[in-house]
Antibody, heavy 123, light 106 residues
């Protein structure tokens, strides 16, 4: 059974840093691209970052570029999101979500999601 | 690419059929997916490639469209269908989602 379990979310002060983790199981992690998606309280979904299966290609939404870094450790079956320079606008539930397998050219959907880890930025 | 869903809020009864529209600010072929989110839960994939039903999703859900105009139709609403629905494009980066359509029981 595919499982994605996020962790690391907590209360952090404005300007602070945090590193989120996503532990994957039930599939060959190194075969799949991955994403982080967030949802502010009472708001919609916002895609924030993508990483290819090998970790060599990454993309970010403009609002987090230069502040957030996505990475992965395929040996540990883990996905990470390093977040620096946090502001109250980063307060959200952060989900990791599985993307396409490496042998597919096109992205079609995010088929598995974790339950999310909450990040609150407040003084 | 902006995705605009309409309506933002929908009230319907069990057994009704409803249609949600998602309009893209530029053509995205059929690189569009639909998700259902029940409060407190992660989004669940319903449809990809604009009209392909994901494994295990009931056949009362259907999608159509291409280019800039897409629809999600739910026929014969069941109690478990009341949730928020999001469209998502995967045409290029940044990937974006529609603002959501909340479906409530009348």
């Amino acid at each position: 059974e595919v499982q994605l379990v996020e962790s690391g979310g907590t209360l952090v002060q404005p300007g602070g840093s945090l590193k989120l983790s996503c532990a994957a199981s039930g599939f060959t992690f190194s075969d799949f691209d991955m994403n982080w998606v967030r949802q502010a309280p009472g708001k919609g979904l916002q895609w924030i970052s993508y990483i290819s299966s090998s970790g060599t290609v990454t993309y970010y939404t403009d609002s987090v570029k230069g502040r957030f870094t996505i990475s992965r450790d395929n040996a540990e079956n883990s996905l990470y999101l390093q977040m620096n320079g946090l502001t109250d606008e980063d307060t959200a539930l952060y989900y990791c979500a599985r993307d396409k397998p490496r042998w597919q050219q096109q992205h079609w959907f995010f088929d598995f999601w974790g339950r999310g880890t909450p990040v609150t930025v407040s003084s | 690419i902006q995705l605009t869903q309409s309506p933002s809020f929908l009230s319907a009864s069990v057994g009704d059929s409803v249609t949600i529209t998602c309009r893209a600010s530029q053509g995205i072929s059929t690189f569009l997916a639909w998700y259902q989110q029940i409060p407190g839960k992660a989004p669940k994939l319903l449809i990809s490639d604009a009209s392909t039903l994901h494994s295990g999703v009931p056949s009362r859900f259907s999608g159509s469209g291409s280019g800039t105009q897409f629809t999600l139709t739910i026929s014969s609403l069941q109690p478990e269908d009341f949730a928020t629905f999001y469209c998502q494009h995967l045409y290029n980066y940044p990937i974006t989602f529609g603002q959501g359509t909340r479906l409530e029981i009348k």
